[in-house]
């Protein structure tokens, strides 16, 4: 790829990489740029969960702005059963994470598939977007949908539009992994205790000499067993030279640098092999601890294991008996002493 395409791509990634504090959503900001380097006609990215018998946009993000087709998609989403052409509970394997052209998949698969649903009818032809390509990526974690990301595009689309858009995958995921975790699109300062809370992996706010300034009660717990090496992988991780921890940079108006570090996920699966083996869990509960210890939330567990919200409430119930505490933060507490 020619160097001027990778100064821009490397900078919308770093835009993605760092966690704005009191500033415009990181994704808001670089769709403008996505769309000037892979020329299509609009660029996009949106969420979708279940709503009765259809679907309900819980995210939409377009450039440039589409306010009538924006109102348009996410009424359709809302009155039919199935309008998409992927699983959005669960997306193909095949699909997920790669960029393709989803018209010419969807007419090659069934002609006039695409032309005469009720999303094209009801959205696409009273925008006149229903003869447009569309260039898309299913941005997934493991099984689990985060976003449709792509754009729409009146005229063929190149190899060199989908090797642009691909370039751009990587970042998006993470980012869109990171606002998952942290519930978040984007919060404050005000509220960075509280989101730290959301993370059951162990989790630190530092600074550019591995200063511990905020600590989650998983990283609590973890330095008061382990706080010599924890010190050491949140300094080496500030030079690129160590994997325990990922790092996303804070950046608020007049404030110093400062990062989030989060725990990697092996360490955290290490931990729950463990808890299961101590607490003699059975294997659904070792896999809802798993993905406990990684930080995830109800709804991206029941997403990644295909169980609904309240069988997952009912398992970590099961779990917080099983090790006699009270919240998910001792049991985190209690596995990182153990």
Not at 166 to 171: C, E, I, K, L, T
Not at 282 to 307: K, Y
Request: glycine residues 6%; positive net charge; hydrophobic residues 45%.
């Amino acid at each position: 790829m020619p160097s001027a395409y990778r100064a821009r791509i490397d900078a919308v990634a770093a835009e993605l990489h760092t966690l704005q504090l009191q500033a415009p959503d990181a994704i808001e900001r670089v769709l403008p740029e996505i769309r000037a380097l892979t020329e299509l006609d609009v660029v996009g990215l949106y969420s979708v969960r279940a709503l009765g018998a259809g679907w309900e946009v819980s995210r939409l993000s377009l450039h440039p702005q589409q306010r009538k087709f924006q109102a348009l998609f996410t009424g359709a989403l809302r009155n039919t059963e199935m309008p998409l052409f992927y699983r959005p509970d669960r997306p193909a394997v095949a699909q997920r994470n790669r960029v393709c052209d989803a018209t010419a998949m969807i007419d090659k698969a069934k002609p006039g598939t695409w032309s005469s649903s009720w999303l094209c009818r009801e959205a696409f032809e009273p925008t006149g977007w229903d003869r447009a390509r569309h260039l898309r990526v299913l941005i997934c974690d493991g099984g689990s949908l985060l976003a449709w990301f792509g754009g729409l595009h009146n005229g063929e689309l190149s190899a060199r539009q989908a090797r642009l858009l691909a370039a751009f995958v990587p970042a998006m995921r993470r980012r869109l992994m990171l606002e998952r975790r942290l519930e978040i699109a984007p919060r404050t300062s005000a509220a960075l205790e509280k989101t730290l809370e959301l993370i059951g992996a162990p989790a630190f706010v530092i600074g550019a000499q591995g200063q511990i300034y905020e600590s989650n009660t998983a990283g609590r717990a973890l330095l008061d067993t382990e706080r010599a090496a924890t010190a050491h992988h949140l300094r080496d991780a500030l030079r690129e030279s160590d994997s325990a921890f990922e790092l996303t940079e804070l950046a608020a108006p007049g404030q110093p640098a400062h990062w989030l570090a989060i725990q990697r996920v092996p360490l955290a699966d290490a931990r729950a092999k463990n808890a299961i083996a101590k607490l003699s869990l059975t294997r659904r509960q070792g896999e809802v601890l798993a993905l406990l210890l990684r930080g995830e939330t109800n709804a991206s567990i029941a997403a990644a294991l295909d169980i609904t919200e309240r069988a997952v409430e009912l398992h970590v119930t099961a779990l917080l008996d099983r090790a006699q505490v009270a919240s998910r933060a001792a049991l985190i507490a209690q596995l990182l002493a153990a």
